[in-house]
């Protein structure tokens, strides 16, 4: 790169940190043409019950849990771009590694109908499209996964990354101020080679969404969600349901099983005028992953979870500023049923610090339960204790 070029990057830089104007990183290039760039980390301390080396003692540990860096952009009016990548193994130096987490090239119509193409999140519960930093707790992932979270690769023996696939989705909303809201998608879903794997005859993933907002309309990018608006969205009471379908998208090659996955999800958000603001998320699934269980016994095994679970949590953000942020205290339970398989739950509550919404805030909870210590092993044979865990953690985003 010559210094000419150097000189246009650097000022393109300054431009974007630096501009008043800009609005959270945001170049205007003319009046169809932007783009904008984004940073989110989020960090750590947990101390976990007869996690030490030695296994007697509470483990004390420091993780980066997220590393990310957010760019959007827009090229014609009807034309936009996400590109998003996340770090993983951010605790292993010997494994960490920067990764493409969004690809997302974007037809955007008029509320109505839109569509949305290349990696990207598989329409699901909300927890899924809340992703990490918009949710309303830290450690919030408890109920078991969809395809695309359960898998760690794309490709032959995988089925996506962080709940992201390659596809397509289509997406609007309708109804009184677009309180009707869906979104509808194809996906590669799991993959197989020619010799392991279930999926043989190369099925692809439906997955659809619809929610309906019966009081404000909550307002997100796209057909993604938030976990709590802290107050800024008013009054909200949202409703959804979930189906996702793979034909032989679970099990083996040699006990393959049709993936069905039903959920339901809610949130209820209220201002109470001058003392603060209730906060109230609620989710069930229903799995339906029909393999034989000699299915465990083959080296190709891609064990989903086959049963219910639901997961409920209470908040209550306290109005008046403790120095630079509020209290947040809250109630989470999870229950996990499977079919096959030992059932699970966790107790957790804690109190957040929020200093600027999704944008800063810290947490500080005490979890006690069995679905760390069982994890994502769903064979008969699963065991874990019921062990306590108190973590601190920060989340920062611009």
Not at 58 to 76: C, E, M, P, T
Not at 85 to 108: P, Q, R, Y
Not at 125 to 134: C, K, M, S, V
Request: contains cysteine; aromatic residues 16%; glycine residues 12%.
């Amino acid at each position: 790169m010559n210094r000419k070029r150097h000189l246009i990057v650097l000022g393109l830089l300054i431009g974007l940190f630096a501009s008043e104007a800009s609005a959270g990183g945001k170049i205007s290039i003319d009046d169809t043409k932007w783009i904008s760039l984004g940073l989110g980390g989020r960090a750590s301390f947990a101390a976990i019950e007869d996690a030490s080396p030695n296994g007697d003692e509470f483990s004390k540990d420091f993780r980066i849990d997220n590393a990310r860096l957010y760019i959007n952009g827009q090229v014609h009016e009807y034309l936009k771009f996400e590109f998003n990548t996340e770090c993983v193994f951010c605790g292993n130096s010997g494994l960490e590694e920067f990764v493409l987490l969004d690809a997302v090239a974007k037809i955007e119509i008029n509320q109505y109908f839109n569509i949305w193409g290349g990696r990207l999140l598989v329409p699901a519960e909300r927890q899924e499209l809340n992703g990490p930093f918009y949710s309303s707790t830290y450690d919030a992932y408890k109920t078991p996964f969809i395809p695309a979270d359960f898998s760690v690769d794309f490709g032959a023996g995988g089925a996506g990354v962080y709940a992201r696939d390659q596809g397509v989705n289509i997406w609007g909303a309708a109804g009184p101020e677009g309180a009707l809201q869906y979104v509808f998608g194809v996906f590669q879903g799991l993959q197989s080679s020619s010799t392991a794997g279930p999926n043989q005859d190369d099925n692809p993933l439906f997955a659809a969404r619809v929610a309906y907002n019966f009081l404000n309309v909550e307002k997100n990018p796209g057909y993604y969600t938030s976990g709590t608006y802290y107050g800024t969205a008013g009054d909200v009471f949202t409703v959804a349901g979930v189906v996702q379908y793979q034909k032989d998208g679970t099990g083996s090659r040699a006990n393959p099983g049709d993936f069905l996955n039903l959920s339901a999800d809610v949130i209820f958000e209220k201002v109470i005028e001058d003392c603060g603001v209730f906060t109230f998320n609620g989710e069930y699934k229903h799995f339906d992953s029909d393999y034989d269980s000699a299915a465990f016994g083959d080296a190709d095994v891609f064990a989903m979870f086959d049963g219910d679970s639901f997961s409920v949590v209470g908040l209550y953000m306290f109005e008046p500023k403790v120095w630079i942020g509020q209290f947040q205290p809250y109630f989470r339970y999870t229950g996990i049923y499977a079919n096959g398989s030992s059932d699970r739950e966790e107790y957790e509550a804690g109190i957040n610090y929020i200093i600027d919404g999704h944008n800063a805030n810290m947490a500080l909870f005490y979890q006690y339960g069995d679905i760390a210590t069982k994890g994502l092993d769903y064979s008969p044979t699963a065991s874990g204790d019921d062990v306590s865990a108190i973590k601190l953690a920060i989340q920062i985003q611009i």
